[in-house]
Protein backbone atom coordinates (compact mmCIF):
# COMPACT_ATOMS: atom_id res chain seq x y z
CA UNK A 1 0.00 0.00 0.00
CA UNK A 2 1.42 3.19 -0.97
CA UNK A 3 1.71 6.24 1.73
CA UNK A 4 -0.38 9.29 0.23
CA UNK A 5 0.01 12.41 2.50
CA UNK A 6 -1.10 16.42 1.17
CA UNK A 7 1.29 18.03 -0.46
CA UNK A 8 2.18 21.77 -1.18
CA UNK A 9 0.58 21.08 -5.11
CA UNK A 10 -2.77 20.19 -6.19
CA UNK A 11 -0.81 18.03 -9.15
CA UNK A 12 2.81 17.16 -7.89
CA UNK A 13 5.82 15.89 -9.46
CA UNK A 14 8.77 13.82 -8.39
CA UNK A 15 11.72 16.32 -9.55
CA UNK A 16 15.09 14.85 -11.02
CA UNK A 17 16.12 15.91 -7.52
CA UNK A 18 13.82 13.09 -5.90
CA UNK A 19 11.92 16.26 -4.43
CA UNK A 20 8.02 16.61 -4.54
CA UNK A 21 7.23 19.73 -6.94
CA UNK A 22 4.23 20.96 -9.15
CA UNK A 23 4.00 19.67 -12.71
CA UNK A 24 5.60 21.95 -15.27
CA UNK A 25 4.82 19.86 -18.10
CA UNK A 26 1.89 18.36 -17.87
CA UNK A 27 2.54 16.06 -21.25
CA UNK A 28 3.15 13.15 -19.94
CA UNK A 29 0.82 13.15 -17.09
CA UNK A 30 -2.34 13.58 -19.47
CA UNK A 31 -0.55 9.90 -21.47
CA UNK A 32 -1.04 8.58 -18.53
CA UNK A 33 -4.16 9.88 -17.64
CA UNK A 34 -5.79 9.05 -20.73
CA UNK A 35 -4.35 5.78 -20.98
CA UNK A 36 -5.69 4.73 -17.77
CA UNK A 37 -9.00 6.70 -18.94
CA UNK A 38 -9.27 5.15 -22.75
CA UNK A 39 -9.63 8.87 -23.32
CA UNK A 40 -7.83 11.62 -25.36
CA UNK A 41 -8.20 14.49 -23.39
CA UNK A 42 -6.20 17.38 -23.82
CA UNK A 43 -5.13 20.20 -21.14
CA UNK A 44 -6.60 22.85 -23.43
CA UNK A 45 -9.39 21.02 -23.47
CA UNK A 46 -9.85 21.04 -19.85
CA UNK A 47 -9.17 25.02 -19.98
CA UNK A 48 -11.71 25.19 -22.19
CA UNK A 49 -14.31 23.54 -20.20
CA UNK A 50 -13.79 24.98 -17.12
CA UNK A 51 -14.36 28.76 -19.09
CA UNK A 52 -17.22 27.03 -20.48
CA UNK A 53 -18.50 25.94 -17.03
CA UNK A 54 -17.66 28.87 -14.95
CA UNK A 55 -19.35 31.14 -18.06
CA UNK A 56 -22.83 29.46 -18.09
CA UNK A 57 -22.77 29.71 -14.33
CA UNK A 58 -23.06 32.99 -14.90
CA UNK A 59 -19.22 34.14 -14.01
CA UNK A 60 -18.72 37.82 -14.53
CA UNK A 61 -15.56 38.76 -17.37
CA UNK A 62 -12.83 39.91 -14.96
CA UNK A 63 -13.25 37.33 -12.47
CA UNK A 64 -13.04 34.82 -15.21
CA UNK A 65 -10.27 36.30 -16.81
CA UNK A 66 -8.30 36.01 -13.53
CA UNK A 67 -9.15 32.97 -12.91
CA UNK A 68 -7.93 31.55 -16.36
CA UNK A 69 -4.61 33.45 -15.63
CA UNK A 70 -5.06 35.58 -18.33
CA UNK A 71 -3.62 39.36 -18.90
CA UNK A 72 -5.37 42.41 -18.27
CA UNK A 73 -2.98 44.80 -19.30
CA UNK A 74 -5.28 45.69 -22.83
CA UNK A 75 -7.86 46.68 -20.53
CA UNK A 76 -7.54 49.76 -18.46
CA UNK A 77 -10.54 49.28 -16.52
CA UNK A 78 -8.96 45.38 -15.26
CA UNK A 79 -5.44 46.28 -15.10
CA UNK A 80 -5.87 49.68 -13.21
CA UNK A 81 -8.80 49.88 -11.54
CA UNK A 82 -10.03 46.52 -10.50
CA UNK A 83 -8.59 44.33 -8.05
CA UNK A 84 -9.78 40.88 -7.68
CA UNK A 85 -8.70 39.27 -4.77
CA UNK A 86 -8.93 35.27 -3.71
CA UNK A 87 -11.84 35.55 -1.70
CA UNK A 88 -13.39 37.60 -4.72
CA UNK A 89 -12.48 34.62 -6.88
CA UNK A 90 -13.44 31.91 -4.51
CA UNK A 91 -17.06 31.67 -4.49
CA UNK A 92 -16.82 30.98 -8.77
CA UNK A 93 -14.66 28.52 -7.82
CA UNK A 94 -17.06 26.46 -5.46
CA UNK A 95 -19.45 27.08 -7.92
CA UNK A 96 -17.66 25.26 -10.53
CA UNK A 97 -17.16 22.90 -8.03
CA UNK A 98 -20.67 22.10 -6.78
CA UNK A 99 -21.58 21.90 -10.47
CA UNK A 100 -18.88 19.64 -11.29
CA UNK A 101 -19.41 17.68 -8.26
CA UNK A 102 -23.25 16.87 -9.38
CA UNK A 103 -22.11 16.30 -12.70
CA UNK A 104 -20.04 13.27 -11.61
CA UNK A 105 -22.41 11.92 -9.13
CA UNK A 106 -25.24 11.65 -12.47
CA UNK A 107 -27.93 14.37 -10.81
CA UNK A 108 -29.83 15.76 -13.49
CA UNK A 109 -29.55 19.53 -12.37
CA UNK A 110 -26.09 19.38 -13.39
CA UNK A 111 -26.34 18.55 -17.43
CA UNK A 112 -28.21 22.03 -18.02
CA UNK A 113 -25.14 23.18 -19.10
CA UNK A 114 -23.78 22.32 -22.77
CA UNK A 115 -19.72 21.93 -21.99
CA UNK A 116 -19.29 20.91 -25.87
CA UNK A 117 -17.21 22.36 -28.37
CA UNK A 118 -18.74 24.57 -30.85
Known amino acids: MKNWRMGDY ?13 ICEPRKAMLRANKAAGSEVTVHGLRR ?6 E ?5 AYPLKALLGHSMKGDVTASHYTQIGVERLRPWLEKYERFMLKLIDG ?7 DTTEN
Open 10 to 22: VFSSMGKDGNAGR
Open 49 to 54: TFATVL
Open 107 to 113: RPEAKEV
Open 56 to 60: SLDCP
